[in-house]
Nanobody, 124 residues
Framework: VQLVESGGGLVQPGGSLRLSCVAS????????VEWFRQAPGKERERVSC????????LYADSVKGRFTISRDNAKNTVYLQMNSLKPEDTAVYFC??????????????????WGQGTQVTVSS
């Protein structure tokens, strides 16, 4: 199983990016998919999660109203649309999934499958 994130880059404050998480040898639409981020010197942070099959979503308070998670099952891809970006959003963003998880939960848990990450830098 391989997860590949893309879409990161350098953007000015207030700008937007859309991250993608594509899976190979694994069907994302049957499982919860979560986005995390990690900034230098900081702990990994949960960002957003999408459940299966109802696509119920969860967001960290720090991104609510600015980020949107979604799926395209035909493309086996989960997206993270990030708007109104702030310098504090700068981090490496990772997607994760697990064959045992269908629903998003508020408690911490360990995912089996992770992508390699994509860098998001918000700076003027």
């Amino acid at each position: 199983v391989q997860l590949v994130e893309s879409g990161g880059g350098l953007v000015q404050p207030g700008g937007s990016l859309r991250l993608s998480c594509v899976a190979s040898e694994f069907t994302l639409d049957y499982h919860a998919v979560e986005w995390f981020r990690q900034a230098p010197g900081k702990e990994r942070e949960r960002v957003s999660c999408i459940s299966s099959p109802d696509d119920r979503t969860l967001y960290a308070d720090s991104v609510k109203g600015r980020f949107t998670i979604s799926r395209d099952n035909a493309k086996n891809t989960v997206y993270l649309q990030m708007n109104s970006l702030k310098p504090e959003d700068t981090a490496v963003y990772f997607c994760a999934t697990d064959p045992a998880f269908r629903l998003c939960v508020t408690t911490q848990r360990t995912y089996d499958y992770w992508g390699q990450g994509t860098q998001v830098t918000v700076s003027s």
